[in-house]
Every structure is written in structure tokens, then in C-alpha cells.
Nanobody, 120 residues
Framework: QVQLVESGGGLVQPGGSLRLSCAAS????????MEWHRQAPGNQRELVAA???????NYVDSVKGRFTISRDNAKNTVYLQMNSLKPEDTAVYYC??????????????WGQGTQVTVSS
């Protein structure tokens, strides 16, 4: 079994910054892709940023130049640095990992979600 634990959400004023963290633990052989998704009320969940095992990154257009995804391989942890936050960034943010477990099977796991609210 694999668990993902998120932290770092909260309330911030427009223009402010937050850093989200997501740490994985359990029966992990390798992590192939680390992702951050978000879901605002009434909206579908969307992919915000992705980081592959090889180091390639991808961002949704609305966050390019403001958000940065990074990782600490030793800690099986992914981060999302969010700068110049806007009210439209308000959402529940979820991490999502594509892994290979110690039994050799590819699997995908979600974090529990963390609320980010951008408001004055």
C-alpha cells in the first residue's frame, strides 16, 4: 500500500505565495510521474503541473511563470511553489503519483487534498 500526505495549504492574499508538499510512503519501487491537480467548486478537476522521473515538467497555461513543481527524491516528496497567487487559483489541490510498487505493478495514488484560498 502507498500513502500520500499533503501539507501547506491555507489562506493567502492575492499576489502572495504558498508552497504545497506531498510525501509518499509505503511499498514504492519507483515513482514515474508526480502531479498536482486542483478542483474548484463547480469545476472539474484539472491537471496543474506534472514532473516526470526524467525531470520533464508540464504546466497548465494559467499557472505558467507563477507555479513551479519540484521534488526531493530521497524523501519521495513533490512540491508546488505557487507565487503571484490569484483568486482564481482558489481550489482544493491534490497530488497524484504514478508509481511502480515493490510487487512490480504500476499503480496510481491520490493525496487527501489541501485547500488553497486566495482572498483579500
Amino acid at each position: 500500500q502507498v500513502q500520500l500526505v499533503e501539507s501547506g495549504g491555507g489562506l493567502v492574499q492575492p499576489g502572495g505565495s504558498l508552497r504545497l508538499s506531498c510525501a509518499a510512503s509505503g511499498s514504492i519501487r519507483s515513482i514515474n510521474v508526480m502531479e498536482w491537480h486542483r478542483q474548484a467548486p463547480g469545476n472539474q478537476r484539472e491537471l496543474v503541473a506534472a514532473l516526470t522521473r526524467g525531470g520533464s515538467t508540464n504546466y497548465v497555461d494559467s499557472v505558467k511563470g507563477r507555479f513551479t513543481i519540484s521534488r526531493d527524491n530521497a524523501k519521495n516528496t513533490v512540491y508546488l511553489q505557487m507565487n503571484s497567487l490569484k483568486p482564481e487559483d482558489t481550489a482544493v489541490y491534490y497530488c497524484h503519483f504514478w508509481v511502480v510498487t515493490t510487487t512490480g505493478f504500476p499503480s496510481a495514488y491520490w493525496g487527501q487534498g489541501t485547500q488553497v484560498t486566495v482572498s483579500s
